[in-house]
């Protein structure tokens, strides 16, 4: 009698978890990746001259620039806010369409085609740290990690008129876009290799720029990390000529190693940092006043 009941018992068992088994899962129902910087579509009776200028670059250069969105949080610790407007359309006008696409198109074609982020945006004052309220924070950390997207700071502080502040600020922007490039095809390993066990970490505040040299990196920053020596080396080298460049990296040889391996990673993407430096230093001069 046991084991008919015991019998019996098993075949319910059994039924019920055929029954289960045959039928099929239900999928797993996932949403889709927010874009926190997508907007809806102004209708065009609303737009205001930054728009309209925002549609002819989009037009041309095929690169969405954000400008409206609301303050951001990249993590817990970290905020951003958009620009005020009239900085933005100014910003806008001179270093995204005169100053970056325009020559970047025309003279780098290969590259331009490429390598262009398809959208920007612009960030009032800074990335900042821990306390929005602080200032002198990083221009474009944290922004930066998609392939698509360029971020930069800086925009409510920018003036067109010092032709050395221009400088700066493309510099810096094709720093970030460095780090861009890096994270898309890797700097390499005998890149790494050259300084190994040498970089300041956290300990490059406060040094000079001459010691920096002399220890293998164009700046104390670049001393900081590979990543950060890769990007500092594209910012100096849009920021000085050829002569000037050559002459720095006579202070070590590892920083003349660094530099031909960072000015050969770029002409195999279609740029000439040389030329480059060339190209913006004359279009700063055009566009300044």
């Not at 910003?91 to 005169?98: E, N």
């Not at 720093?175 to 790494?192: K, L, N, P, T």
């Not at 720095?248 to 279609?270: C, P, S, T, W």
Request: one cysteine or more; charged letters at 25%; hydrophobic letters at 35%.
């Amino acid at each position: 009698m046991f084991y008919r009941k015991s019998h019996c018992v098993f075949g319910v068992i059994f039924a019920i978890a055929s029954l289960f088994g045959c039928q099929k899962e239900s999928p797993v129902e996932t949403k889709a990746a927010m874009d926190y910087f997508a907007i809806s579509e102004k209708p065009r009776y609303l737009w205001n001259a930054l728009d309209s200028l925002c549609d002819t670059i989009y037009r041309e250069y095929g690169v969405k620039v954000i400008y409206e969105y609301t303050p951001r949080i990249l993590d817990g610790t970290t905020f951003f806010v958009p620009p005020n407007y009239e900085k933005a359309l100014v910003y806008t006008d001179v270093v995204i369409r005169k100053l970056w696409l325009k020559p970047l198109k025309e003279n780098f074609p290969r590259y331009f085609a490429v390598e262009t982020p398809r959208e920007f945006v612009m960030v009032g004052g800074y990335v900042h740290f821990n306390d929005i309220s602080i200032a002198g924070a990083a221009a474009g950390a944290g922004l930066n990690a998609q392939f698509y997207r360029l971020g930069m700071g800086g925009v409510n502080n920018f003036d067109k008129t010092v032709s050395s502040d221009l400088m700066k600020t493309m510099a810096t922007l094709y720093h970030e876009h460095a780090h861009q490039q890096d994270h898309r095809y890797g700097r390499g390993y005998m890149y790494d290799r050259v300084s190994q066990g040498e970089y300041y970490g956290l300990n490059y505040g406060g040094r000079l720029e001459s010691q920096a040299n002399l220890d293998g990196f164009f700046l104390p920053y670049g001393g900081y990390a590979p990543e950060e020596d890769f990007a500092t080396s594209v910012e100096k080298m849009v920021l000085h000529p050829k002569s000037r460049i050559e002459q720095i990296v006579k202070a070590n040889e590892k920083l003349e190693k660094k530099y031909k391996m960072v000015h050969q990673f770029y002409l195999d993407r279609g740029m000439d940092l040389h030329r480059l430096h060339e190209v913006v230093d004359s279009m700063v001069n055009k566009t300044r006043y």
